[in-house]
């Protein structure tokens, strides 16, 4: 990573002392916009909220009412919840272009869009009482964004709208999270229409994803590396690489490399014009804690909560000394389910193992050429999912 970077740096350098530099050269204004801005630019409305947990953290939420050309009051419309993955944020849903994106999609065909941010990222890092600076505020990991912070965020979003129940959308850790809260949680689960779930990810036993090389260090080591707070976040280097060094064709494929590198290959699937949009937008950090976590899920295979270390913290928080295994089966919620052929995070594997535990599947696809980002990146995105997606819930709407 870093010697690629430091590549493309010398590079860039070599090519404005030569006059290079401005050759092939385009920045998309949204790859520095914030989400409200990237919104607003490409003209919808949108509404801010904070939405507060019971363990006090604070949640930016993002509400798109209606679409493009859209009456502003119209009858209540059906709700529709997106949940980002890993590292990521609500910007995963809208940084394509309008006809490609499915928030905005799901706004022009008539519903009520709403993005949420799991704790810790950019857009959701405060806390009542807890400073972002100290060890305390970062000690979670997918288990309290599951027991947390889905229930608070579903709960303003109904209480809001008036409605009964809702579709949910998750991505990668948006499925975790969501199975997690739905097996155990049945109250939050009888509010979920349909449970839709692109690159699902519960057991990670086969992930050939990078993040496998946390499992081969101790977890003292991976603190004296990566701290015991903040993981991944959006800094100003990677928003210069973003915007300076991959905006240009002549880094294209250095850049789209790193991206595919991290979610399994499929390079004609992605918008290359776009680089800069998605490298900007793509790392909104989480707790280093999340990451050791997820090392776990790794090294046992199973979709477990996460081991504090020591007897007395997991019978604090678990009253039981070791953190307890999720139980996929007890998911009832409607579930509809897309996985890659390519992705190297939910690998096919895990998705094998994981398909007949599912209760209540009404739909399955696989698509032999997707990686991990395609879901919401992929050019043909709109053809091999979001249409069927919107699909099945006209199909809901009807009965």
């Keep these: 990573m870093w010697q690629l970077l430091a590549a493309a740096c010398w590079m860039l ?11 092939g050269s385009t920045t998309n204004p949204e790859a520095n916009m914030n989400i409200s801005q990237i919104i607003s630019y490409w003209g919808y409305p949108y509404e801010v909220y904070d939405v507060v947990t019971k363990d006090g953290y604070i949640l930016g939420i993002y509400r798109i009412p209606h679409g493009r050309g859209c009456p502003k009051k119209t009858d209540s419309k059906p709700v529709v919840y997106l949940q980002h993955g890993l590292i990521a944020s609500a910007s995963d849903w809208i940084c394509n272009l309008p006809n490609n994106s499915l928030a905005f999609l799901l706004a022009d065909t008539g519903y009520d869009v709403w993005l949420g941010n799991s704790r810790g990222n950019t857009w959701s890092r405060e806390h009542l009482t807890l400073s972002p600076t100290s060890t305390e505020y970062w000690a979670f990991s997918w288990d309290e964004m599951a027991k947390y912070d889905l229930p608070a965020t579903i709960n303003f979003i109904l209480e809001k709208t008036g409605q009964e129940q809702l579709y949910y959308v998750g991505h ?14 049945p109250e939050l689960a009888k509010r979920i229409k349909i ?13 050939k994803s990078p993040m496998k090389i946390l499992t081969t260090l101790s977890r003292p080591l991976v603190k004296i590396l990566f701290g015991d707070k903040m993981f991944y976040s959006h800094t100003l280097f990677k928003q210069y690489i973003a915007t300076k060094v ?13 991206l595919f590198t991290m979610s399994g290959f499929d390079p004609k699937n992605l918008n290359m014009s776009r680089l800069d949009v998605y490298l900007a ?4 950090g989480t707790s280093v804690q999340n990451m050791l976590h997820w ?5 046992s295979g199973q979709f477990q909560a ?4 020591n007897l007395y913290q997991n019978m604090m928080h678990f009253h039981q000394l070791t953190p307890p295994l999720y139980n ?7 579930t509809a389910i897309w996985s890659g052929g390519q992705d190297i995070v939910a690998d096919p594997k895990d998705i094998e193992n994981l398909l007949p535990k599912i209760a209540n599947l009404i739909y399955y696809k696989r698509i032999p050429h997707y990686n991990h980002v395609d879901f919401y990146l992929g050019q043909d995105a709109n053809q091999e999912i979001y249409q069927d997606l919107i699909g099945l819930m006209e199909k809901c709407l009807q009965n």
């Design 13 to 23: 350098l070599l090519g404005s002392i030569y006059g290079y530099d401005k050759k």
């Design 172 to 185: 990668s850790q948006g499925t975790t999270i969501a199975f997690i809260a739905f097996s155990t949680n």
């Design 195 to 207: 449970f839709f779930a692109l690159a699902p990810v519960v057991t990670v036993k086969y992930t």
């Design 246 to 258: 991959c905006n240009k064709k002549l880094f294209h494929r250095m850049c789209s490399n790193f």
């Design 281 to 284: 937008q793509n790392s909104e």
């Design 295 to 299: 090392a776990q899920a790794v090294n």
């Design 306 to 309: 996460f081991d504090w270390g």
């Design 328 to 334: 996929v089966t007890k998911v009832e919620v409607p």
